[in-house]
Nanobody, 120 residues
Framework: QVHLVESGGNLVQPGGSLRLSCAASGITFAIHEIYWYRQAPGSQREMVAS???????NYADSVKGRFTISRDNAKATVYLQMNSLTPEDTAVYYC??????????????WGQGTQVTVSS
């Protein structure tokens, strides 16, 4: 079975930092593009950051300069370092993986999410 398990969500004060982790199992992690999405109450799910197999990254304008996505293929884990957090960052953060090659290329997996709350 494929599992993507997010962790690290917490309550944090404005201006604070958190590091989210997404640990993958049941997939060949190194051939997957990984994304972080978030969904605030009453809002659509938004792509926050992505990292490709080769390590290139992209960020939503709203988090650029504050968030950093990275991956550790040996640990089959992706991270999202979040700095200078604001109440607008409050959301459930989801890990998403997409296979890039092989017979199952294009197959998608979602984690169950981890709650980030930036208090005001």
């Amino acid at each position: 079975q494929v599992h993507l398990v997010e962790s690290g969500g917490n309550l944090v004060q404005p201006g604070g930092s958190l590091r989210l982790s997404c640990a993958a199992s049941g997939i060949t992690f190194a051939i997957h593009e990984i994304y972080w999405y978030r969904q605030a109450p009453g809002s659509q799910r938004e792509m926050v950051a992505s990292i490709r197999v080769g390590g290139s990254t992209n960020y939503a304008d709203s988090v650029k300069g504050r968030f950093t996505i990275s991956r550790d293929n040996a640990k089959a884990t992706v991270y999202l370092q979040m700095n200078s957090l604001t109440p607008e960052d409050t959301a459930v953060y989801y890990c998403y993986a997409r296979q890039t090659v092989g017979a199952s290329r294009g197959r998608e997996y979602w984690g169950q999410g981890t709650q980030v709350t930036v208090s005001s």
